[in-house]
């Protein structure tokens, strides 16, 4: 493995350490992964070279203080949700919502809303007739969010 690598792995750790009281209060912030980025740059960058944007990309991964994007390749299916939403009862949606809530209450439940909304938008209607196929794929950092997106998908 590259010792670059392994040098920001390090640096990932310590930034860990340093962020670990907010994160058991569930405060973990972007300002403040900013300015845990910045001193470490500042203090261990002369000693092995890393890329700070980097790390603080990785940091915003693992501490899920900011929201993603939704990517989408393809345009070619109507958009349906909006027009149905007031006729679906959406009961396990609703359960999921609350448990996610319960169980973590940092979690970013409203964003999480949105996007299952956004992609279920652009899956087919399922009360359109005739025969058709629609697919997708998730990509993400580790720990950002997509077994929770698929979860609620589903739901």
Known sequence: MNNNIDFLS????????????KNKMG???EYDIKTVTELLYNSLNSFSPFNKDELFEV?????SVRKGEITI???DVEPWLNDEKANI???LWKRYKVFMKDNDP???VDDLDDFTDKIL?????PKKQGSWDRRGMVVGHVQS???????GLIN
């Open 121 to 125: 938008d652009k899956c087919v209607n």
């Open 27 to 29: 405060t973990v912030s």
């Open 59 to 63: 940091l915003s991964a693992d501490f």
């Open 73 to 75: 390749l393809s345009d």
């Open 106 to 108: 940092s979690f970013p």
């Open 145 to 151: 969010g997509k077994t929770s997106n698929y979860v």
């Open 10 to 21: 390090s640096v990932r750790i310590h930034a860990h350490t340093l962020l670990s009281q």
């Open 89 to 91: 009862n959406f009961e």
